[in-house]
């Protein structure tokens, strides 16, 4: 496996990794609005 193989997929993992991240942060942003609710 060369250096650019290794790069793209150094490449293509970081992409998924952010794209994960970023889907979480915004199903916690918004499912974290609705259930802002004091239970006590």
């Known amino acids: 496996m060369g250096l650019s193989e290794y790069f793209i997929t150094l490449q293509y993992i970081l992409m998924g990794s952010i794209g ?20 006590e």
Do not use: H, R
């Open 20 to 39: 994960i991240a970023l889907a979480l942060i915004f199903l916690y942003a918004y499912y974290g609005k609705e259930e802002k609710k004091p239970e």
